[in-house]
C-alpha cells in the first residue's frame, strides 16, 4: 500500500537553529498538507500545498512540494520553543479520494 | 473559533465490551472522518462521512467498527467488540465542502478520545 515516510523521526535543535523535515510519498499525491501537533494534543492544519513545485511561506516557516509530487518539506527558520511539536504530512492519492494518508511524523524538540 | 468536540476525553473499557465514541463537528461542515493514533505512532486514516454514508473507510476499519450520525450534530464511531489492540488516540475531524482542484481540504480535528481496552 502507499506509504508516506518522514525523515528524520526526532530532531533536538538549539533555540535559534533551523530546522528541516522531508517526507517521501512512495506514489504521487496530488496534494499535501502539513500539521502540527503539540504534545498531548491534536492535529492542527498549517499549509496545503497542490501544484508541482509550489513553495509557500508562513513566516518562519517554508514549505515545498517537490516537482514529482511524491516529496514534500517543511523548513523552520530561527526555532523557538513555541515550534516543539510533532510535524506531519498527510497527502492524498487523487482528487476523486478524500483519505489522507499521514507520514511517520517528525518530533521536533527545542532547547532554549 | 468553531471547534470539534469529543466525548468522553478518556474510556477505559475491558476486551469484548462494546464503546461509543461522541464527536460533535464544526455545525457548517460536512465532510466527517475517524482517525486513530497508537501512542507515540503516525495518525490513520478509518473513515469518511458525507451525506449521511460512508464514502470511504481504510482496511482497519473492519466489521468491529461502525459510524452513525444519529442526528444533526453528532457523529459517531462504535466499537462492537473491543480489542487490547483497539487501545489508542481517537480523532474526529471535519471540513467544509470544497470543490476544484486548489480548493483547501483543511480538516479540522476535535481533542480526541483516549480509549484503553484492559
Known amino acids: 500500500g502507499q506509504q508516506v515516510m518522514q525523515i528524520p523521526q526526532y530532531q533536538h535543535v538549539q533555540e535559534g537553529e533551523d530546522f528541516t523535515t522531508y517526507c517521501n510519498s512512495s506514489?504521487?499525491?496530488?496534494?499535501i498538507q502539513w500539521y502540527k501537533q503539540r504534545p498531548g494534543g491534536h492535529p492542527v492544519f498549517l499549509i496545503q500545498?497542490?501544484?508541482?513545485?509550489e513553495v509557500k511561506k508562513q513566516k518562519r516557516l517554508t514549505f515545498q512540494f517537490g516537482e514529482a509530487k511524491k516529496n514534500s518539506s517543511l523548513h523552520i527558520t530561527a526555532t523557538q520553543t513555541t515550534d516543539v511539536g510533532t510535524y506531519f504530512c498527510?497527502?492524498?492519492?487523487?482528487?476523486?479520494?478524500?483519505?489522507?494518508?499521514f507520514g511517520t511524523g517528525t518530533r521536533l524538540q527545542v532547547f532554549p | 473559533e468553531p471547534e470539534v468536540t469529543q466525548t468522553p476525553s478518556h474510556q477505559v473499557t475491558q476486551m469484548g465490551q462494546e464503546v461509543i465514541l461522541r464527536c460533535v463537528p464544526i455545525?457548517?461542515?460536512?465532510?466527517f472522518y475517524w482517525y486513530r493514533q497508537i501512542l507515540g505512532q503516525k495518525v490513520e486514516f478509518l473513515v469518511s462521512?458525507?451525506?449521511?454514508?460512508?464514502?470511504?473507510k481504510s482496511e482497519i476499519f473492519d466489521d468491529q467498527f461502525s459510524v452513525e450520525r444519529p442526528d444533526g450534530s453528532n457523529f459517531t464511531l462504535k466499537i462492537r467488540s473491543t480489542k487490547l489492540e483497539d487501545s489508542a488516540m481517537y480523532f474526529c475531524?471535519?471540513?467544509?465542502?470544497?470543490?476544484?482542484?486548489?480548493?483547501?481540504?483543511?480538516?479540522?480535528f476535535g481533542p480526541g478520545t483516549r480509549l484503553t481496552v484492559t
Open positions: 475531524a471535519s471540513r467544509v465542502i470544497a470543490g476544484g482542484i486548489s480548493s483547501s481540504y483543511e480538516q479540522y
Open positions: 506514489t504521487t499525491l496530488s496534494n
Open positions: 500545498l497542490v501544484k508541482s513545485g
Open positions: 498527510a497527502g492524498r492519492r487523487s482528487y476523486n479520494t478524500d483519505k489522507l494518508i
Open positions: 455545525s457548517n461542515h460536512l465532510y
Open positions: 462521512f458525507y451525506n449521511n454514508e460512508i464514502s470511504e
